[in-house]
Every structure is written in C-alpha cells, then in structure tokens.
C-alpha cells in the first residue's frame, strides 16, 4: 500500500516557498511557526537566548514581525509581562509591517518604536525599525537620523546599512549612469570603517546592483541585467574583486544575513560572466535565494535565481 499523501495545502505550501527570509535559522523557523499558534513564549525564548547580538536580534525580531498575526500575539505577551523589552521591541516592530502593508498608520507605528527605544535604551533594533519606516514614509532626515541612531549602537549593522544603500541609490534615479554617484562613497566609506572581518566589505557590491535598479527603472540600463554593461566596467570589476577576495578569506558562515550578501554577490558575478565564480556561491546558497537582487529591475526573482544557477552550474 503506498503512503497517504501529505496533508492538503501544507506540503505543497512549502514546496513551492522558494524565499523564506529566515534564511537558514533554524530556531528562528520553529519560534515563527509557534507564535502563528499563538505560543508567544517560543519568541520570547528565542530573543532572550539571543542577547546583543545585535545583527542577529534585529534580523529575529523583523521576520517575526512581518507576520501578520505577531502584533496581536505581541499585545498577548504585554499582557503576561508588561515590562518586557523584548514584547515591546517585537509590537513595535509588527507595526511598522502593517503600516507597509497599509493596515496601520505611520504615526502610531513610530510612536512605538521610540516608546521600545526608551525602554531598550542600548537597543539598536526599535531604531532599525524606525529606520524600515522612515524608508518609505519619512523625510530625508528622518531616515539619516534613523540610520545614525542605529549606528551609534551598533555600527557595523548589517542590515541599517542596506537600507541606507538602497535610499540612496534612488537619488537622482532620472540623471543616468554616474561613476562618482554618492552611493557608491557611502558603501566604500561604511566598508573601509568596518572591521576586516565585516560583511559590510560586500556592501560596495550591494550599491551597484542597487543603483542598477534604479537606472534599469528609470530605462537608463536593460531591464535585463545580463544585458547591461553595468556589471563589465572597470570599477564594477574591482569592486566585485575585492568581495569575492573577501569571501574567500573570511566567509563569515555564521553571520545570521550572510546568505542575502551571497545572493547579491553570486548575482553580481552571473552578470560580470564569471561563472565559475558564480557556481562556488550558488553552491554556498543552496535553495536559499533571496528575491532580492533577482527581482531587478522588474523581473520574477524565481525564474531568474533557476536560469542563472542552473546555467553558472552547468559552465563551471
């Protein structure tokens, strides 16, 4: 007798989930599935277990948060401890999310990040919040005063200064291709400040596929990437030298958004046609691709991720 089959929507949901921005955190996975029940003492567990490691607290705590039943468990978890850091932290956050998702206001949702600001003082996540908000919503200083906010807590923060790239690469999208664009200072400034062994030394790499978005939008650049000179200059050559040198030396396998700089570098590397290079990262990534930068400028993330994989693996 062959085997029942696995139960309806649920296998298949998961089969057909190529992107889970959990990444490869196991303990992060599990504590996500508790708190869809409504066990929000798996969250709080797992965010005390963590403690101030802070790019691995504010990578927690914002895929918890986008789930779209977190805030009501949040509030529940208040409730039971109403000095709790942490469950103010995981609310504020959640309401940032909905106000993305425009289920909540902007106001409110940044009310409470500075209410988990003052009762984490030594926190950067409730200003990574911030900072996610202010990144659609807020002026231009906002966003700066957001961003230096986490930095004084924690400056090599992995993903503030993501954000920061992708802000400003989106100014002046409409002049066309400009080697002197300020983004590109900010990435090598954030690099060179770093610690040798920081993955913000990828970051530079992260700076030219997101100025590319926005050139490719704006129909400066192919909305093919492989098209595109961009990636086959001599300064994107460099820079995409020196990351792959420093992933050669310093890998950082336990860095919890290590596989989100894998897929911009093995997408930078697709694209300069170094598909040797390419395949010995996507091996790296395994079934962990991001949509981000596959997605660029406009593009299904799913196909795109397969056909460049399949074909870097093939050549190699």
């Not at 066990?39 to 797992?46: D, I, P, V």
């Not at 106000?99 to 409110?108: T, Y």
């Not at 790239?165 to 200072?185: K, N, W």
């Not at 911009?264 to 040797?276: D, M, Q, S, T, V």
């Amino acid at each position: 007798m062959s085997p029942p089959p696995p139960p309806l929507g649920r296998g298949r949901r998961r089969a057909a989930q190529t992107f889970d921005e959990a990444l490869d955190d196991t303990e992060l996975i599990a504590a996500r599935a508790a708190l869809a029940q409504g066990r929000w003492q798996s969250a709080r567990s797992l965010l005390v277990h963590t403690g101030d490691d802070w790019d691995r607290r504010g990578h927690r705590v914002t895929v918890l948060a986008k789930e779209p039943y977190t805030a009501a468990w949040a509030r529940e978890w208040l409730l039971a401890e109403p000095e709790s850091a942490d469950a103010l932290v995981l609310l504020a956050l959640a309401r940032v999310h909905r106000a993305l998702r425009g289920k909540d206001k902007a106001v409110p949702a940044r009310e409470a990040c500075r209410q988990a600001a003052v009762r984490a003082p030594a926190d950067p996540t409730p200003w990574l919040g911030l900072l996610i908000l202010e990144r659609s919503f807020g002026a231009e200083e906002e966003v700066v005063r957001a961003y230096e906010e986490v930095r004084g807590r924690h400056a090599d923060h992995h993903h503030a200064h993501h954000l920061m790239v992708a802000r400003l690469a989106e100014r002046r999208g409409d002049t066309g291709p400009d080697p002197l664009h300020e983004v590109y200072d900010f990435a090598n400034w954030a690099a060179e400040q770093a610690p040798a062994d920081s993955p913000l030394a990828v970051l530079p790499v992260i700076a030219h596929a997101e100025r590319y978005r926005v050139l490719a939008a704006a129909g400066h650049e192919p909305a093919d990437p492989d098209a595109s000179g961009h990636w086959t200059g001599r300064r994107a050559r460099l820079v995409m030298k020196a990351a792959f040198d420093w992933w050669l030396e310093w890998e950082q396998d336990g860095h919890p958004r290590r596989l989100i700089d894998l897929n911009f570098l093995a997408h930078a590397k697709y694209c300069e046609g170094r598909g040797a290079e390419a395949a010995a990262l996507f091996h790296r990534i395994g079934d962990h691709a991001t949509p981000a930068p596959w997605s660029y400028p406009d593009r299904d993330p799913r196909s795109a991720f397969r056909a460049a994989r399949a074909d870097a693996l093939g050549t190699a």
